[in-house]
């Protein structure tokens, strides 16, 4: 999945999988990240909030991610 577009269900372009968060506890991917893990935490945070998309609001991946649309 790494590099692949992410698109969502109503066709917007969000990026492309970068990096992958994981849930080490509970064993699951928890976030597709569509920029790369920046060393500030300061950083982390605005991409987890602005650049990220939850691994539950996947609907399919097959040619593309395809993900839920969210509204902020």
Request: hydrophobic letters at 40%; zero cysteines.
């Amino acid at each position: 999945m790494y590099g692949m577009d992410v698109f969502t269900d109503s066709g917007k372009f969000l990026g492309t999988a970068q990096e992958f968060l994981l849930d080490v506890e509970k064993g699951v991917v928890s976030r597709i990240l569509l920029d790369r893990v920046p060393s500030s935490k300061e950083q982390l945070k605005q991409i987890l909030k602005e650049k990220s998309v939850k691994y539950e609001n996947i609907k399919s991946v097959e040619d593309v991610i395809v993900v839920k649309h969210q509204t902020s």
